[in-house]
């Protein structure tokens, strides 16, 4: 079956570590996005990828880095200089941008930094 | 300014009655979509309905249907008939639009708790 693979589920680390969310999808979409999700709230876009070796910042890519490599994979790194970086982090993709595509995503990493 | 809005956090009802989730949206383009998901406390967010800014119908799917009032700028869902696998986070999102060409994010509102009582 087609769809979105995130590891792992749980994910503890210390502070001041960097830590590298994957996110592996086969539905042949060109897009990937990394979305955060902190409690009682919406979600907030981190990175998106239209293609293959491009990426753009979304509104809170402070303290984040990505890769876009192979059109399968859009690993997420969180990286010492994230304040806040405890949070539900959900990637997704799409077909494209246009219309009505709506954007599929995985079962999500909880990160836990202390 | 927010540009989605759920004034609704949380919401009850009861098993096989119908039950409407509020979205009020801010966009000043002519060309946008909106969206609703579904989040189980799993975490996963399950895609629902979407509704064009030009579509002329009201956009259904199933048990779930929108009101959609252009000059209002809302976009309410309507789940009938719900059942307690309904209980869940509702998120409604915007995608605007540009001139023709592709924009790539979704703005998520804040989100409704929706619970379905036996």
């Known amino acids: 079956d087609g769809g979105i693979t995130q590891s792992p589920k749980y994910l503890f680390r210390k502070e001041g570590q960097n830590v590298t969310l994957s996110c592996e999808q086969n539905?042949?979409?060109?897009?990937m996005y990394w979305y955060r999700q902190d409690p009682g709230q919406g979600l907030r876009l981190i990175y998106y990828s239209q293609i293959v070796n491009d990426f753009q910042k979304g509104d809170i890519a402070e303290g984040y880095s990505v890769s876009r490599e192979k059109k399968e994979s859009f690993p997420l790194t969180v990286t010492s200089a994230q304040k806040n970086p405890t949070a539900f982090y959900l990637c997704?993709?799409?077909?494209?941008?246009?219309?009505?595509?709506?954007?599929?995503f995985g079962n999500g990493t909880r990160l836990t930094v202390t | 300014a927010q540009k989605i809005t759920q004034t609704q956090p949380g919401m009850f009802v009861q098993e096989k009655e119908a039950v409407t989730l509020d979205c009020t949206y801010d966009t000043s383009d002519q060309s946008y979509g909106l969206f609703w998901y579904k989040q189980p406390s799993s975490g996963e967010m399950i895609f629902l309905i979407y509704?064009?800014?030009?579509?002329?119908q009201n956009a259904t799917e199933g048990r779930y249907s929108l009101n959609f009032q252009k000059a209002r700028k809302s976009t309410n869902l309507v789940i009938s008939a719900s059942q307690l696998g309904d209980s869940a986070m509702y998120f409604c999102?915007?995608?605007?639009?540009?001139?023709?060409?592709?924009?790539?994010?979704?703005?998520f509102g804040k989100g409704t708790l929706l619970t379905v009582n036996p």
């Open positions: 539905l042949n979409h060109d897009a």
């Open positions: 999102a915007m995608r605007e639009g540009q001139s023709g060409g592709s924009n790539y994010k979704l703005t």
């Open positions: 997704a993709s799409s077909i494209g941008a246009r219309g009505h595509s709506p954007l599929h």
């Open positions: 509704q064009g800014s030009y579509d002329e």
